[in-house]
Each structure stands twice: as C-alpha cells, then as structure tokens.
C-alpha cells in the first residue's frame, strides 16, 4: 500500500512558478512509476507529466503538449519524494493536480502513462490557480 499526499499548491499570478511535491510512504518507491494528472472545474481528468522508476538507462519522462517546455518532473528515490516544477504557468493550467504511482511493468507503462488506469494509488490533490 501506498499513500501519496502532495503540497505546494496555492495561488500564483500569470507566467509565475510554483512547485508541486508528492511525498510517498512506503520502501518500494523507486520501483514506481509516477505521475501527475489535474483537474480544471467542470473538465474531466487529464495527464500532464510522468517519470519512469529507474531502469538500465535510467529514468524518462513524458509531458503533455499543453505543458511541455514549462513543466518539469523529478524524482528522488531516497526522499521518496516527486516534484514538479511549473514554470510560465497560465490561467488554464488552473486545477487540482493529482499525484499517482503506477506498479505496472516499464513494458506496458512506456506507452500507457497517460491512462488513469494505469496508476493504481493517487493522492488527495493540491489547487493550483493562476490569475491572468
């Protein structure tokens, strides 16, 4: 069992930054997969950013278009923790963003990380809102 429980969240004006933490219980960490999905009122549930556990050629990383070159994810396995780094952050990018740990195997995740159903613990989320 996994418990996953972000912070970081709050209000920030347009092309402003703010960093979202998930912190995670558990000894197993590194062994999953995560990812960040957000919720904005009244749209349904979307992904946004993933990082891989380690492998032989270490970790990847998958972004939405809508995020790609201003959102960052990390990870660091010892402080069972994943982060992300929001940069140039606009009023759509307002929402709960959710974080969520995958036990599926690199084979499938390599292509599936964008599916909700791949991520079998998610955390409470965190709001994040952007005034333009």
């Known amino acids: 069992q996994v418990q996953l429980v972000e912070s970081g969240g709050g209000l920030v004006q347009a092309g402003g930054s703010l960093r979202l933490s998930c912190a995670a219980s558990g000894r197993t960490f590194s062994s999953y997969h995560m990812g960040w999905f957000r919720q904005a009122p009244g749209k349904e549930r979307e992904f946004v950013t993933a990082?891989?556990?380690?492998?032989?050629?270490?970790?990847?990383?998958y972004y939405s278009d809508s995020v790609k070159g201003r959102f960052t994810i990390s990870r660091d396995n010892v402080k069972n923790t994943v982060w992300l780094q929001m940069n140039s952050l606009k009023a759509e990018d307002t929402a709960v963003y959710y974080c969520?740990?995958?036990?599926?195997?690199?084979?499938?995740?390599?292509?599936?990380?964008?599916?909700?159903?791949?991520?079998?613990?998610w955390g409470q989320g965190t709001q994040v809102t952007v005034s333009s």
């Open positions: 990082i891989t556990s380690i492998t032989w050629n270490g970790v990847n990383t």
């Open positions: 969520a740990a995958s036990t599926q195997n690199s084979y499938n995740y390599r292509t599936q990380y964008a599916i909700e159903g791949m991520y079998a613990y």
